[in-house]
Each structure stands twice: as structure tokens, then as C-alpha cells.
């Protein structure tokens, strides 16, 4: 397959290292990667030829107009998670910036890393997302209400992952994964209540493959270019249920924790609660109408099901080790 020239944001993040290490390994295309703190990438990026590292912060992206033009494709995985106005100015004002500079003539596709959060269960952008969303929740809001405004509109395929999971000794751990862990010790109390909730979740490997595989193989002009990643839907009690059958954990009764009940003991403990996450709480189901997974390309999924998730993350290793 010929060689692409492709630009990379956000290497040192979760996604960005397993999106990177997918690209070295697996491809051979030459890759110019942005990092502010190359150190940060734990990624042998001098495994093969064709890997460029530009030390450089995103806000200083007009130092790179001319390399931008000479790109097949753009890889933007880079966002700020800081104070309200770092986040708007790196994730609003300079991502645009960006996809500015790229000549729609010669970059073939645009692959931009949103977030599930900002869209409803209709797969529509989700209102309160932009009034009462974290900074980082309504600087991709505001993004992607620019996107279709741009030059390069037409060869941008904006990715919402749902449910981040991912990391290892080599790679930062998504702020999901590092909590798994916690639900050994959680479990004893989680398994008497019952909630009425869902969510999908994705691992960063499964985005890499997906990413990889867009990267040769672009949409066609009638093809989605909205693609929101995750497995299928999983209830909060499938979740529980799953865990405590891995765990050896009997579940003798269930007690429906209600709105009502989640609202007492807020109430009790004092539980300060910002206005994203109370709606978050009555929301409730997270899910969409179409997900996506490398199983939809034909590509094996390497985390498919919550058992898988317990298995990757480590859940009952020293039990089961004993």
C-alpha cells in the first residue's frame, strides 16, 4: 500500500499511544507527530524509519503551515483538560487552526477525536452538553458545531469514543481504567443494589485498529463520517452481575437504587454535585443508536465484553493467582 504522510496529535495520551504504536508497527507510513513532551511518549518511535517527533505546543501550530500542506492525513487526537480558557483556546480555537492550514486538495481525510458526551441516544448533539457540560465537554461541543463551516469539511471524520478504557505499564491509563480496579473492593455493597442505567465503553487498542483501518481505507463521500465508537450496550446490573460471576460473588437480594434513594444519600453525605453531573445522574443511559467497533470493518475486537474488561484491567489477579 503506498506510504502516506500523516500528522499526529495528542501521541502521549491514552488513545494517541496506542493510535501511534498501531501506525509504527503495522504500517508503513510516515509519521510527523506533535508532542509538547516528547518524553511523555513511551512509544519506540525510532523503531523504523519515517517517524518525525515536533517538539511543540498546539497553540504554536502556524510554525508547521507548510508541513500541514504536504499531509495525506491528519490524525487529531490532542485535547486540553486545564482551566476554561486553556481548554477553549487548544480545543476550540486552535483545532480549528489547524484544519485550516491542511489543503483540502491534498489531505484525503481529516480523522478529529470528539467525545460521546456531547451526543444524545439519537446519535443528535446533546443540549445540555454545551449549557451545563465540563469545560472539556463544551470545548468539543463548540468544535464540532465549527467543523462543517471549514474548507476541509468534506474529508473530516469526526470519531465520539464512548467509555474510555485503555493503559499499561507502557501507556497512560484512561481516567476509567485506573477506577476498574477499585470495583473488587466496592463489590461487597455494589452487588445488593440494582439501578437503572447503561453505557458502551471502547479500549484504545480497538480505536487503533479502527483508526488504522479508516487511514487506508478513507470513506467514500456517501459513507458516515460520524462514527461513535463503543461495544454494545451494557447495564449498570449486567455490570455487576458479570463482575460478581468473575469474582465468585453470590448475590442473595437487590435493592432498586432509585432517584429518590441516589438523592437521599447526596443529601446525607453532602455530596457536592456540579450541574453536569446531576444531569449526568438523572440522564442516566448513555448510549446511542449506532456504535461502532473494529468488528464492523471485520477486524477482531480486543475488549468486547465487561468480563473482558475485568480481565484486562487486573480484577482478582492475586485471587485468582493464588
Same mark, same amino acid.
Given at each position: 500500500m503506498t506510504s502516506k504522510r500523516i500528522f499526529v496529535t495528542g501521541a502521549s495520551g491514552c488513545i494517541g499511544h496506542y493510535?501511534?504504536?498501531?501506525?509504527?508497527?503495522?504500517?508503513?507510513?510516515?509519521?510527523?507527530?506533535?508532542?509538547?513532551?516528547?518524553?511523555?511518549?513511551?512509544v519506540?518511535?525510532?523503531?523504523?524509519? @519515517? =517517524?518525525?517527533?515536533?517538539?511543540?505546543? #498546539?497553540r504554536e501550530i502556524e510554525r508547521f503551515s507548510s508541513l500541514l500542506k504536504t499531509m495525506d492525513s491528519a490524525v487529531l487526537i490532542a485535547t486540553?483538560?486545564?482551566?476554561?480558557q486553556e481548554?477553549?483556546?487548544?480545543?476550540?480555537?486552535?483545532?480549528?487552526?489547524?484544519?485550516?492550514?491542511?489543503?483540502p486538495e491534498k489531505c484525503e481525510q481529516v480523522i478529529y477525536f470528539s467525545t460521546a458526551s456531547i451526543l444524545d441516544r439519537q446519535n443528535q448533539l446533546l443540549r445540555e452538553a454545551g449549557e451545563i457540560g465540563t469545560d472539556y465537554i463544551r470545548s468539543k461541543y463548540l468544535c464540532y458545531q465549527q467543523l462543517s463551516k471549514l474548507a476541509i469539511a468534506p474529508r473530516i471524520t469526526t470519531l465520539f469514543p464512548t467509555l474510555l478504557l485503555g493503559g499499561d505499564t507502557n501507556k497512560p491509563y484512561s481516567h476509567i481504567s485506573s @477506577? =476498574?480496579?477499585?470495583?473488587?473492593?466496592? #463489590?461487597?455493597?455494589?452487588?445488593?443494589l440494582r439501578a437503572d442505567a447503561?453505557?458502551?465503553?471502547?479500549?484504545?487498542?480497538?480505536?487503533?485498529q479502527i483508526v488504522r483501518h479508516l487511514i487506508d481505507h478513507p470513506p467514500a463521500e456517501d459513507d458516515p463520517h460520524e462514527l461513535v465508537l463503543g461495544?454494545?450496550?451494557?447495564?449498570?446490573?449486567?455490570?455487576?452481575?458479570?463482575?460478581?460471576?468473575?469474582?465468585?460473588?453470590?448475590?442473595?437480594?437487590?435493592?432498586?437504587?432509585?432517584?429518590?434513594?441516589?438523592?437521599?444519600?447526596?443529601?446525607?453525605?453532602?455530596?457536592?454535585?456540579?450541574a453536569w453531573d446531576r444531569f449526568s445522574m438523572n440522564y442516566r443511559h448513555f448510549t446511542h443508536q449506532r456504535v461502532?467497533?473494529?468488528?464492523?470493518?471485520?477486524?477482531?475486537?480486543?475488549?468486547?465484553?465487561?468480563?473482558?474488561?475485568?480481565k484486562i484491567s487486573g480484577v482478582g489477579r492475586r485471587r485468582k493467582g493464588r
Open positions: 493510535v501511534v504504536e498501531a501506525l509504527i508497527q503495522e504500517t508503513n507510513h510516515e509519521l510527523y507527530l506533535l508532542l509538547r513532551n516528547p518524553e511523555k511518549l513511551k519506540d518511535y525510532r523503531a523504523r524509519p @519515517g =517517524i518525525t517527533v515536533l517538539q511543540a505546543d #498546539l486540553a483538560w486545564g482551566g476554561p481548554v477553549y483556546d487548544i480545543n476550540v480555537v486552535k483545532m480549528l487552526q489547524l484544519m485550516n492550514l491542511l489543503d @477506577g =476498574i480496579p477499585q470495583v473488587e473492593g466496592w #463489590l461487597w455493597l455494589l452487588r445488593f447503561s453505557f458502551h465503553f471502547i479500549h484504545g487498542k480497538d480505536i487503533a461495544n454494545q450496550m451494557v447495564t449498570v446490573n449486567q455490570a455487576i452481575e458479570e463482575s460478581c460471576a468473575y469474582l465468585n460473588k453470590r448475590i442473595y437480594f437487590r435493592i432498586p437504587l432509585t432517584l429518590k434513594l441516589a438523592n437521599l444519600i447526596i443529601r446525607l453525605f453532602r455530596i457536592r454535585m456540579a461502532i467497533s473494529p468488528e464492523d470493518f471485520g477486524l477482531p475486537t480486543y475488549c468486547a465484553t465487561f468480563t473482558d474488561v475485568l
